[in-house]
């Protein structure tokens, strides 16, 4: 399997090219109260295309995140509707995407690389805290945006900050600013909160975006991108000053 890394990367890099694709055409088409939703969502999978391709460290672990998410979102439509087969070729490809760039051998593509770990002066323990946790961000950032950016009665000014917290405290995760924890908690407990309000967002006559699960969803993976850091801060917290 190691001759096809290269071949592995170019599939995944096509599928998340193409969902950002597909989302650019539903914003241009789609009516303008959820254009901002549908480019924040095209903008997502375009980082993940643009990432994989540059090769940066982290790519591998947040594209394998967005996969993930695409396939728990297709699971849900399915169990609500049955296996439409959009949901199922939405759901296939974004598994698609996962099990392409998991495994080893693409890891050594990304973050198997000794140059990043050594600059950031981490061992193997940390990488594997640092990537689980990047991956379970990338899982709730299509929530995030959909919470964030889909139509609503009367501004949210809340959803917004939610967005900028989940943008700022991934950027800091990745560049391995302590910082970035924080707003990632205030963005979970943001979306913990936001969870207990039914709102809906129509997309169209009879189909509409439970935000409130949107929301849900959001925090449980938000808060369990900051699990792994759980015990190193409370050793640290814990420590003689």
């Given at each position: ?15 998340l ?30 980082l ?37 087969p ?11 995407v996962?099990l ?12 198997g ?9 981490l061992?193997?323990?940390?990488t ?9 961000v ?10 964030a ?8 000014l ?10 700022a ?26 969870a207990t ?6 997309l ?38």
């Amino acid at each position: 399997m190691k001759r096809l890394v290269g071949e592995r990367k170019a599939l995944a890099a096509a599928v998340l090219a193409f969902y950002g694709f597909l989302y650019i055409l539903n914003g241009l088409l789609a009516p303008d109260e959820w254009r901002a939703a549908f480019l924040g969502l095209a903008g997502a999978y375009g980082l993940g295309f643009f990432s994989v391709v540059a090769g940066y460290f982290w790519a591998r672990w947040y594209a394998i995140g967005l996969g993930l998410s695409g396939v728990i979102v297709s699971t849900i439509a399915m169990w609500q509707v049955g296996p439409e087969p959009m949901l199922v070729f939405y759901g296939a490809t974004h598994l698609s995407v996962t099990l392409l760039l998991w495994g080893d051998a693409v890891a050594g593509a990304f973050d198997g690389q000794l140059g990043w770990r050594e600059r950031f002066h981490l061992d193997e323990s940390a990488t594997h805290r640092l990537g689980r946790a990047v991956i379970r961000v990338g899982v709730s950032l299509p929530f995030v945006l959909l919470y964030a950016l889909a139509p609503r009665e009367g501004a949210s000014l809340e959803a917004l900050v939610v967005l900028g917290l989940a943008g700022a405290g991934t950027w800091a995760l990745v560049r391995m600013r302590t910082w970035g924890l924080l707003a990632l908690a205030g963005a979970a407990g943001l979306t913990a909160l936001a969870a207990t309000q039914h709102e809906v967002a129509a997309l169209s006559d009879g189909v509409g975006v439970n935000l409130a699960g949107c929301a849900a969803a959001a925090s449980l993976m938000l808060f369990a991108a900051l699990a792994p850091f759980a015990g190193p801060v409370a050793r640290w917290l814990r420590a003689p000053r």
